[in-house]
């Protein structure tokens, strides 16, 4: 008797460890989602006026703010087809992007994707386009005219 006492014993103890180590992950995960969105909306493409171009140059992140608006900023991003440039509102949750296309005939309606960003570079990976695009904020203005 005592020896099975012992044993469910041992079990609770085993699963309550275990939910308690399973509640700590969800708790550091969340915690560290939380920042990398706080960092992209204050030092990223929401963060403010300005303009990302990716390494390559085909593709813009335009963030704008009103007059009197603060951030997060209204972020457009532009992505070359050959001469032609396509225009999609940028969203985010989390590390989750979010494109919705705003050109009158758009070559896709909406896609999404993952962020990532280090402080400085801000990288965006289209899961349809399986692509990758790393952006640096840039002086330089930019016009898809």
């Not at 920042?35 to 085909?58: F, K």
């Not at 704008?64 to 532009?78: F, G, K, N, R, W």
């Not at 990532?116 to 005219?145: I, M, N």
Request: proline share 4%; charged share 20%; net charge negative.
């Amino acid at each position: 008797m005592k020896r099975s006492l012992k044993l469910i014993l041992g079990i609770v103890a085993a699963l309550l460890a275990l939910a308690l180590v399973a509640l700590g992950y969800l708790v550091h995960t969340r915690q560290a989602r939380l920042a990398l969105e706080h960092s992209i909306l204050t030092n990223g493409p929401w963060g403010g006026a300005a303009v990302w171009v990716s390494a390559d140059g085909s593709s813009y992140l335009v963030g704008e703010l009103e007059e009197d608006q603060s951030p997060p900023a209204v972020v457009t991003a532009y992505f070359q087809d050959g001469t032609d440039w396509h225009a999609f509102e940028l969203n985010c949750i989390g590390s989750i992007a979010y494109l919705n296309s705003i050109d009158p005939e758009p070559i896709v309606e909406t896609t999404e994707g993952r962020i990532k960003f280090d402080g400085t570079t801000f990288r965006l990976r289209v899961d349809d386009w399986q692509q990758e695009f790393r952006y640096t904020r840039t002086e330089e203005a930019f016009s898809p005219d």
